[in-house]
């Protein structure tokens, strides 16, 4: 049972406010097995509108409609859509003495205008919350039409009262959901395609939605049945298999953050951890403290631009930043295991490299980053070369380091 | 000369994703005249796609396509909109040698699957940013197309280095038109556009674009006219008009953000910043090192979670510390203190607080934030109670930190 959404207010179509309405109806009815189609978002009594409605009209079972519901002269969504259905508006009198009631208690004066805000397509219903949202809906052929306003809050109370259950009923019992969200990162969205489909053939009845968040890909696995437990038997396993397939990228089985994963493994195998930064420039301890409960595992971190800061804090040779430079392996390896002694951490984990936009030479070019990670067993560095500006090179080499950590903490280094 | 937006995206017509691309786009055409009429979502590959093209072709000189042109199965934008137009698909050799460079970079196989994001229909141009992101334009008729990556980085690159200037040299000459952008930080949008009305009966002719971005107020300033001089000498008397009601809480005059004039003023003064956080874990020295050349006046930063970090790395007395508690004035003033003679700096900014969700007590809630700013004529601090939750309190407490700094170096301290 598919449906569409058409949004108005000229404030979307300007760039002037971000969206929150479809989204949220959209998340909602796809998580109800209610899939929308197309979202439309024109401006404030565009003539488009009715054409929108028309082809809408004939192509879905449902159509929710936000925005210009108010009292103002540019609301014309209800007249435009009246003529559009060919039916007349006619006043509402339970709604108009709910509007006087509420300028009252709002100690504000009655306007003729307010009069406006009951006017309804003969027909139509309205929704009632009690409150003070106006909305209503109507049914044309076989589709069901929403009018909600354009406010999020009120929206967001009228569809979860008035359209959300009246949908789910219309298209039966559509039985047990089970969903799961998982986040992988190292490998390209192809690969991990490739991956999926394979899993497919073995496990059948889990349907995948691929979300490139980047650096990440994030995963939706939904299993839809008139059962619960072999819904969540047949993802699990798909989530098994899966692993098998792309290995250790998948960051956990529960949609996790990278950090969220790292805090659980440090905290459940007794560890702690210090950061040392040069070209993330404070993002990875950002990131690591962006976790409620952080402090008990990290230890802190040090922003280290100067090769003087280098050597005081760390304890990074004179000769090493002479002789290799400060992006270099040697030069990581000592800031991990500067940063590990200076905070008495079990865990020291250290980036130095050239984000760029300037920096950079033909031997060490922008995007060049070494990592080095002091463990329990020694210190090691690694070579990457990342691509994209600065804010692309601080964000992948971040997630890179905390990568790492986390694939080390898996083997139990 | 009007435009619409056709985004495709899976993620979209789900809610997973919140929706960017168009935003962006909307504004800046919005901003530079170039009205967009309508934004159209949908999922990847819906056939609907042909139609909502055919339909903006008709009515629209201008359609902004996004996504969908990756190499993965339900990446089919090219492959409809070739049909719809009835183009034939040819390959870019230059494209197809880009692809293939910037996966050898990334240590990635080859998989003849790539060759698919060198497929453009006849006629299309490559819009070539010498980096990574494809996209492609196309005219059909009197309808310029532009099929821009999905991926918002790469999506504006390509926007405002091949959309917009085309764009705006084909709407002709429509007059001439001044824009500034403003950041403001310190008071609620209310008290802002009542000072945006004063000055607007001072100084007409000015249009006023808002746009909340927490935790700051950007605001655009629109002039159009015949000629350039007096809209220029306009917006300029605006913002001296605005800048004497609203005082010092305008970042700067030219739209740039806070670490950017804080960056611009340390260079002008022949200054440098050390830095020590606690609650906000790291993001103001993320925040600093996004500048581009901030290695010329940041020396470092420390992210000190622990008391021992506070002793051994700032020098914050122990005594401070057990009577007063890490979450004080006193030990915010020493951190700021410590961090400056730490990294030889002429300024130490130190932020210590509780960011919640856990840790409040009655005494000390969540969100109350000490800072301590360490100058050349001593030490100060400051108390501040920030509401919201862990993001929200280590956001505020970095822009407050920020703009604190940013003050003082205005008043020349």
């Known amino acids: 049972m598919q449906g569409e959404i058409i949004l108005t207010g000229t404030e979307l179509v300007t760039g002037q406010v971000a969206d929150v309405n479809a989204r949220y109806a959209a998340r909602r009815l796809h998580e109800s097995g209610l899939p929308v189609r197309c979202v439309t978002m024109l401006g404030d009594g565009d003539p488009l509108f009715g054409e929108v409605l028309v082809r809408a009209l004939r192509r879905s079972r449902y159509v929710i409609i936000t925005g210009g519901l108010g009292p103002t002269d540019d609301d014309m969504t209800v007249a435009q859509a009246a003529e559009v259905l060919n039916l007349k508006l006619t006043q509402d009198e339970g709604m108009l003495a709910r509007i006087r009631r509420r300028l009252e208690q709002r100690g504000f004066d009655w306007h003729p205008r307010y009069g406006k805000l009951s006017l309804i397509p003969q027909g139509a219903t309205i929704l009632d919350t009690g409150r003070a949202a106006c909305g209503f809906s109507l049914k044309s052929q076989d589709t069901w039409l929403f009018f909600l306003p354009g406010i999020p809050q009120e929206m967001r109370l009228l569809f979860e009262s008035g359209v959300l259950p009246v949908l789910t009923a219309m298209a039966g019992q559509p039985g047990h ?206 070579r990457h070369q990342f691509p994209g500006d600065r804010d692309m090179v601080k964000t992948l080499t971040a997630e890179t380091a905390l990568d790492w950590l986390r694939r080390e903490l898996l083997s139990g280094l």
Chains 1, 2 share one sequence.
């Open 177 to 382: 959901l089970v969903q799961r969200s998982l986040r992988l990162f190292g490998k390209m969205e192809i690969e991990i395609q490739q991956a999926v489909h394979t899993v497919e053939q073995e496990v059948e009845g889990v349907e995948v939605g691929f979300y490139p968040n980047f650096p990440e890909i994030h995963l939706t696995l939904t299993a839809r049945g008139p059962e619960h437990p072999p819904l969540k038997e047949r993802v699990e396993r798909f989530i098994v298999a899966l692993h098998q397939e792309v290995g250790d990228i998948l960051l956990g089985p529960d949609g996790a953050t990278l950090e969220e994963v790292v805090g659980r493994q440090l905290r459940e195998q007794g560890r702690t951890l210090a950061v040392a930064e040069s070209c993330s420039g404070g993002l990875i301890c950002h990131r690591v403290t962006n976790i409620s409960g952080s402090s008990d595992y990290f230890m802190g971190g040090v922003v280290t631009y100067s090769n003087q800061a280098k050597m005081d804090l760390l304890q990074v040779a004179t000769e090493t930043l002479e002789e290799k430079g400060a992006v270099s392996a040697e030069t990581s390896a000592d800031m991990a295991r500067g940063v590990k002694a200076l905070f008495h951490a079990d865990f020291g984990l250290a980036v130095t490299g050239i984000a760029g936009p300037t920096g950079g030479t033909p031997e060490k070019p922008v995007g060049l980053v070494f990592m080095g990670l002091a463990g329990l067993n020694g210190v090691e560095s690694r």
